[in-house]
């Protein structure tokens, strides 16, 4: 039986190498050199299509598919392999997040192109030179790969943490013991969510990955309910600019050149009337951040509701308003 076991791990093995190296699999000759039959090789085919759907969490498609013409099963690369056109777009993402160090964007985009064919290689890289060399990293110049995987690891595994972290508002290194709930990446930063240690109303405490200078896991872990997780998803459809702010529902007029890019900032942002070109939009959001964005918008936007809200707004545009007609006032005299 063992000796058996052995044969079978030594014939999957084999037949692994060979699709990966791009062989065709003929059943009829590889179950003439194993000594078994083609129902057995047709079952080992089905357990490497099996592993492949497992690592690339897919069940739904077949990663080694019949040729009719050569009469033999292949593996399809394209289902695992990144292409250079995959490649291309990954890169020019990373790029224009800046969300790395120089030193950190090269590297990542080096092992990237090197999976692509080495005729295609310098095809990317001559779409991407200029970009590269003019890439403009951000001023705390900090490597942070190293920072995004312990947390992520703590968020994973439920790990309390302690950090240092610099606020920019007091002088010295803030010391907190914190719950990391998730980590996200917003408008060039990478930021934790997380609770402060033993804090009862779970009020979400946002840090700016960038700006902690020490983290240290603790053997410690808390608890954390199903119903009530950090959905990172949910979160990001409602906050603007990582600025949370009370939560809350909005209606705003919008007569802007894309509605359809109003709908895409604002995932929960639904059309519930038009009067000629002009939209009503109700969303729900966050309210701290979204006072960016809707004041973005310049005069293509009017807040509707609700009134609070409304005269909040108004009077942001009214001090805005004062402080160019001081100006105005001040070189006139």
């Known amino acids: 039986m063992k000796a058996a076991n052995q044969n079978k791990t030594h014939r999957i093995l084999r037949i692994y190498e060979k699709l990966i190296a791009g062989d065709g699999i003929v059943r009829k000759k590889l179950a003439t050199y194993f000594d078994v039959s083609k129902k057995t090789i047709k079952r080992d085919l089905k357990e490497i299509n099996k592993y492949f759907q497992e690592v690339d969490n897919n069940y739904h498609d077949n990663y080694i598919s019949y040729d009719y013409q050569k009469k033999a099963y292949f593996l399809d690369d394209n289902k695992l392999e990144l292409t250079q056109k995959e490649i291309l777009a990954i890169v020019k993402v990373i790029l224009e997040s800046r969300a790395f160090c120089k030193e950190e964007t090269e590297q990542i985009i080096n092992k990237l192109i090197n999976r692509v064919p080495l005729n295609l290689q310098n095809d990317i890289k001559g779409i991407i030179s200029n970009e590269l060399f003019h890439y403009s990293e951000l001023k705390h110049q900090k490597e942070l790969l190293d920072l995004i995987w312990k947390t992520s690891f703590a968020v994973k595994e439920n790990r309390i943490i302690e950090i240092k972290y610099n606020s920019l508002s007091k002088d010295n290194l803030v010391e907190r013991k914190i719950e990391p709930q998730g980590l996200m990446f917003s408008e060039y930063y990478f930021y934790l969510i997380a609770h402060h240690y033993e804090q009862k109303d779970y009020f979400k405490i946002i840090y700016r990955l960038d700006r902690i200078e020490d983290i240290r896991l603790l053997t410690e872990h808390f ?29 705003f007029k919008f007569w802007g050149d894309s509605i359809e890019a109003v709908l895409d900032r604002l995932p929960t942002a639904e059309i519930i009337d ?60």
Do not use: C
Request: charged residues 35%; glycine residues 6%.
């Open 223 to 251: 608890n954390v309910n199903y119903t009530d997780r950090f959905q990172e998803g949910e979160f990001r459809k409602r906050v603007q600019f990582m600025y949370p702010g009370k939560l809350m529902k909005i209606k």
């Open 274 to 333: 038009r009067e000629d070109e002009k939209y009503i939009v109700e969303a729900q959001v966050f309210g701290k951040g979204i006072k960016m964005w809707l004041l973005s918008q310049g005069d293509k936007l009017e807040v509707l509701e609700p009134e609070s809200f409304r005269k909040e707004i108004k009077e942001i545009i009214e001090n805005m308003l004062y402080n160019y007609v001081k100006i105005q006032i001040k070189n006139k005299d």
